[in-house]
């Protein structure tokens, strides 16, 4: 069995930051992409910032050089740190990643049970 553990959400002010993480434990043989979506009530999910396995990474035009995702493999864990934060920022993040179980296995995609995040104005 595999698990995706969000924490960090919370509220914050506009202007302000906060630092997601994401840990993902269980059977775990090798871990590529990782990444954060969010979903806003009334919209739809979207993808936020994903760093694969060689810490490439890609964010979404609307937080670019506000938001920054990093990974530790050692510890199976992704992390966003989100500054400059803006009411429209407002949604439930979800972290997803794929995951192969073991070296014979295939990649399957997991999704965390998502983290609040609420910016004030």
């Known amino acids: 069995q595999v698990q995706l553990v969000e924490s960090g959400g919370g509220l914050v002010q506009a202007g302000g930051s906060l630092r997601l993480s994401c840990a993902a434990s269980?059977?775990?043989?090798?871990?590529?992409?990782m990444g954060w979506y969010r979903q806003a009530p009334g919209k739809q999910r979207e993808l936020v910032a994903n760093?694969?396995?060689?810490?490439?990474?890609v964010y979404a035009d609307s937080v670019k050089g506000r938001f920054i995702i990093s990974r530790d493999n050692a510890k199976n864990t992704v992390y966003l740190q989100m500054g400059s934060l803006k009411p429209e920022d407002t949604a439930v993040y979800y972290c997803?990643?794929?995951?192969?179980?073991?070296?014979?296995?295939?990649?399957?995609?997991?999704w965390g049970q998502g983290t609040q995040v609420t910016v004030s104005s």
């Open positions: 760093i694969n396995s060689g810490s490439t990474t």
């Open positions: 997803n990643a794929d995951i192969r179980r073991w070296s014979w296995g295939t990649w399957q995609n997991y």
């Open positions: 269980g059977s775990i043989f090798s871990i590529n992409n």
